[in-house]
T-cell receptor, first 113, second 113 residues
C-alpha cells in the first residue's frame, strides 16, 4: 500500500532565503507524485507533478521538486521565498492505475519578513 | 468555465440530521472524489468514482453515501450526522486518471453540534 510522510509539520524561513519541504513516499508500483498548496481558507492548487518523465519537475511560482527513487523522496524546493508563499503544502502519492490519492499530513510554511 | 463547484460553503447541523453536500464539475471529467480535511491529518479519501454509475469506498467511508448518476454531479450524503463528521469537505475531479492531477473545489465547512 502506498503512503507518504512529510517530515516537517512546520517550516519557517526568512523572505529571500531558500525553501525546502521534505516528503518521503512508499509505493509498491511506479508512483505518480504531486505537490499541492493550500492558502488559508482556500481550496488546493496543484503546484507540480511527477509522472515517470523527467526526475526534476518544475512547477508554478518558481517551485520545483526532484524525484529520487533510491531515496524514495520527492522534496519541494524554491530558491528564494516570498511572503506570498506562506501556506500549507501537501505531498501526494498515487499508484499507477488506482486513481486514488494519498495525502501527507501537510507542512505549514511561514515566511518571515 | 466554473471548474468544480461545491455547495454549500458553510453548514451547521444538529446530531442525527441528514444532508447532502453538492459537487458539480463542468469539465467532463470522469474521475471524481470526496475528501475530508482535519487538522494535522491531511486529506482523507471518503468515496470516489471513476465514471457515471461507478463508485467505490475510500479510506474513511463510514457514515457517508455517494451516487454518480451523471458525469457532472457527485453528491455526498451524510446519513445521520455526528460531531466526528465536523470537518472541511473537498470535492475533486480528474479527466482521465491520476497523471493529470485533480482539480479541487473550494470546500464545504461542516459543523455538527
Amino acid at each position: 500500500a502506498q503512503s507518504v510522510t512529510q517530515l516537517d509539520s512546520h517550516v519557517s524561513v526568512s523572505e529571500g532565503t531558500p525553501v525546502l519541504l521534505r516528503c518521503n513516499y512508499s509505493s509498491s508500483y511506479s508512483p505518480s507524485l504531486f505537490w499541492y498548496v493550500q492558502h488559508p481558507n482556500k481550496g488546493l492548487q496543484l503546484l507540480l507533478k511527477y509522472t515517470s518523465a523527467a526526475t526534476l519537475v518544475k512547477g508554478i511560482n518558481g517551485f520545483e521538486a526532484e524525484f529520487k527513487k533510491s531515496e524514495t523522496s520527492f522534496h519541494l524546493t524554491k530558491p528564494s521565498a516570498h511572503m506570498s508563499d506562506a501556506a500549507e503544502y501537501f505531498c501526494v502519492v498515487s499508484d499507477t492505475g488506482t486513481y486514488k490519492y494519498i495525502f501527507g499530513t501537510g507542512t505549514r510554511l511561514k515566511v518571515l519578513a | 468555465n466554473a471548474g468544480v463547484t461545491q455547495t454549500p460553503k458553510f453548514q451547521v447541523l444538529k446530531t442525527g440530521q441528514s444532508m447532502t453536500l453538492q459537487c458539480a464539475q463542468d469539465m467532463n471529467h470522469e474521475y471524481m472524489s470526496w475528501y475530508r480535511q482535519d487538522p494535522g491529518m491531511g486529506l482523507r479519501l471518503i468515496h470516489y468514482s471513476v465514471g457515471a454509475g461507478i463508485t467505490d469506498q475510500g479510506e474513511v467511508p463510514n457514515g457517508y453515501n455517494v451516487s454518480r448518476s451523471t458525469t457532472e454531479d457527485f453528491p455526498l450524503r451524510l446519513l445521520s450526522a455526528a460531531p466526528s463528521q465536523t470537518s472541511v469537505y473537498f470535492c475533486a475531479s480528474n479527466p482521465t486518471g491520476e497523471e493529470g492531477g485533480y482539480t479541487f473545489g473550494s470546500g464545504t465547512r461542516l459543523t455538527v453540534v
